[in-house]
Structure formats: C-alpha cells, structure tokens
C-alpha cells in the first residue's frame, strides 16, 4: 500500500489538479493525506485533509507519515501532478529490499507558460551538469540525492531516520536522502516514475528559487557535507570566482584579458549550444540563454554565502 502525502501552505488552484490527478491514479491500493496550514473548503472525497498550521515542509510530511498507514510513503509538491501509472511503476522497484526510495524526472508541463516552460529548459540544459537529469528523462541510475517533488519512501526507512528535519527549508530533501543513505539504503532514480512539476516562471521567480536552493547548498557543503559535495554544486562558484579574479587581473596583464576574452567566448558558445539543444523557438532562446547566465550568477553567489553562514534562519 501507499500513502500519497502533500503537504502545502493552502488548498489553490495547482493544489486541487494535484488533487485531482492523485484520484485518478491507476493502482489498487492507496490513500492520498493533504496537509493545508488551516482547514480548507471544498469537495475532497476520498482524500485526507490534515490542517497543521504554519510549520516548515518537513514537519507537515513527519505528521503526514504518522497518519498515513501506507508501506510506502509517496511524497508530491502541490505544484506537481503524478503520472497515472506513477505508483505502478514504482512499486516493482521496492522488490529489491536494498532500495530505501525511488525518484524520477518532474517534468515541464506542456500547459505551462512560455516563461515557465523557459525555466524548465535551463533547469534541463547540460549546462546545470548531473541535475538536469531531475527534469527530463533518462536513464535507470542509483544516485545520492532527489527532490522531495517526487519521492517514494519506505516508511519504515523514514522511521528509522529520525523522520524529516524540520529546521531547513528548502533541502530537508537533501538531509533524508543523507540519512537514508547512511542507513545502507539505495535511493534510485527511475525514469517511468513520473509527475510534471510547474515551473518558477523566469526571471524574478525562478532567480528567487535559484537564490534558496544555492543558499542552503553552500550552507549544507560545509556543515553536512556528504550528497552537497559535489562539483555540480560548487562549479558555478568557481566559474564566478574565476571570471572576477581574470577581471581583476586584466587591469595589469595582458594575458589576463585574454584568458578572460577566451572564458567568456567558450561560455557564451556552450550556454547557446545548450539553449538550442532545448529549444528553438525564437520567442524562447533569448530568454533561456540569458536564464542560463543569469542562474548560473545567482546560484554561485548565493552559494558561497551559504559557505560563510554561520547558521540559516528557518
């Protein structure tokens, strides 16, 4: 059995299709648990609501798995819609008693904006490294970390966790997946286990996400290590740090600016390699391309704050 478990701030428009689509999934035996700030109006029928008040995601999915009697607790952002067969193709994977969760692409929906849809291409391009896997598909691999988004857990893996850190959001994600892991768990990445995600249009919004996440990883690299380490993580920093320190060096050398004008040519040519191989439309290539640079920027200063915080407000 599984238990589908959503927690949100409130029951809005994108929560009721998520909604929706986990009523209409195709698999025998399942409950779904929403977990809303205050208790909300409307036609649930056949679904759990769970007021919580306003505390941190990682809290409303603790209290979520205590409801739920599922042996697998399936978790979905209430921007996100699941697949119909998303159960069924993940249930054939928890066969192996090594695999502690499951993960998949979170797709762009096609009813996206053209801003959305934009986001969702720089978040797929190469030019994000090893990530962009999470937003497209690919092929079946055993990795350290996956969003909360779409993540399939065996309850009893998350028991024996601890259960949801409650103090850091976003990347309360990143912590379970470390947790499981030192358990001796696999956490898999399928690519039939699906749900399309809606996408932080660009650019104020999708920046602002970029800005969190690169917050919390910088802060996560240096007190939790582990799944932040890698390079992925850390290259749009030293991309930065590069570009500032060929800058300053121009002003006396001459090799500098070239090495600088070399840099940039490189990067310039690879971030719209990137762009075309995501899209075409000319009413999109701009802004993918300029999303690419600017994502990158965003994320390696907010990064490097992160390494030198001492601690996170929640």
Same mark, same amino acid.
């Given at each position: 059995?599984?238990?589908?478990?959503?927690?949100?701030?409130?029951?809005?428009?994108?929560?009721?299709?998520?909604?929706?689509?986990?009523?209409?999934?195709?698999?025998?035996?399942?409950?779904?648990?929403?977990?809303?700030?205050?208790?909300?109006?409307?036609? $649930?029928?056949?679904?759990?609501?769970?007021?919580?008040?306003?505390?941190?995601?990682?809290?409303?999915?603790?209290?979520?798995?205590?409801?739920?009697?599922?042996?697998?607790?399936?978790?979905?952002?209430?921007?996100?819609?699941?697949?119909?067969?998303?159960?069924?193709?993940?249930?054939?994977?928890?066969?192996?008693?090594?695999?502690?969760?499951?993960?998949?692409?979170?797709?762009?929906?096609?009813?996206?904006?053209?801003?959305?849809?934009?986001?969702?291409?720089?978040?797929?391009?190469? %030019?994000?490294?090893?990530?962009?896997?999470?937003?497209?598909?690919?092929?079946?691999?055993?990795?350290?970390?996956?969003?909360?988004?779409?993540?399939?857990?065996?309850?009893?893996?998350?028991?024996?966790?601890?259960?949801?850190?409650?103090?850091? #959001?976003?990347?309360?994600?990143?912590? %379970?997946?470390?947790?499981?892991?030192?358990?001796?768990?696999?956490?898999?990445?399928?690519?039939?286990?699906?749900?399309?995600?809606?996408?932080?249009? @660009?650019?104020?919004?999708?920046?602002?996400?970029?800005?969190?996440?690169?917050?919390?990883?910088?802060? $996560?690299?240096?007190?939790?290590?582990?799944?932040? %380490?890698?390079?992925?993580?850390?290259?749009?920093?030293?991309? @930065?740090?590069?570009?500032?320190? @060929?800058?300053?060096?121009?002003?006396?050398?001459?090799?500098?600016?070239?090495?600088?004008?070399?840099? @940039?040519?490189?990067?310039?040519?690879?971030?719209?390699?990137?762009?075309?191989?995501?899209?075409?439309?000319?009413?999109?290539?701009? %802004?993918? #391309?300029?999303?690419?640079?600017?994502?990158?920027?965003?994320?390696?200063?907010? $990064?490097?704050?992160?390494?030198?915080?001492?601690?996170?407000?929640r």
């Amino acid at each position: 059995m599984f238990s589908v478990i959503i927690p949100c701030r409130e029951i809005d428009e994108y929560e009721k299709e998520c909604i929706e689509h986990c009523k209409q999934l195709d698999y025998g035996t399942y409950e779904t648990i929403v977990l809303p700030d205050a208790c909300a109006s409307g036609d $649930f029928e056949g679904v759990r609501v769970v007021p919580t008040g306003v505390i941190t995601p990682g809290a409303k999915r603790n209290i979520g798995v205590d409801r739920s009697n599922g042996d697998v607790c399936a978790f979905i952002d209430s921007d996100a819609y699941p697949q119909p067969d998303w159960l069924g193709n993940a249930v054939k994977y928890f066969d192996d008693p090594a695999v502690g969760a499951i993960g998949g692409p979170n797709l762009t929906p096609e009813s996206d904006g053209i801003r959305q849809k934009a986001s969702g291409y720089v978040t797929s391009s190469f %030019m994000v490294g090893g990530l962009s896997t999470r937003y497209r598909h690919g092929a079946l691999r055993e990795v350290d970390d996956t969003p909360s988004c779409n993540f399939l857990v065996r309850r009893s893996v998350i028991k024996k966790t601890g259960g949801w850190n409650e103090r850091y #959001w976003p990347g309360e994600d990143t912590l %379970m997946c470390l947790e499981i892991r030192k358990l001796g768990y696999k956490i898999l990445e399928a690519d039939d286990v699906v749900v399309y995600h809606r996408r932080r249009p @660009l650019f104020v919004e999708h920046l602002t996400q970029v800005s969190r996440f690169g917050l919390h990883r910088g802060f $996560f690299a240096k007190k939790f290590g582990g799944n932040s %380490m890698h390079l992925t993580y850390f290259a749009p920093s030293i991309w @930065l740090v590069v570009l500032i320190v @060929l800058a300053a060096l121009s002003l006396a050398f001459g090799v500098a600016t070239y090495l600088l004008e070399v840099t @940039l040519v490189i990067y310039i040519i690879a971030s719209l390699l990137a762009t075309l191989l995501e899209t075409r439309s000319m009413r999109t290539v701009p %802004m993918v #391309w300029m999303g690419i640079w600017l994502t990158h920027l965003t994320y390696g200063t907010f $990064f490097i704050a992160g390494l030198l915080k001492r601690e996170l407000q929640r």
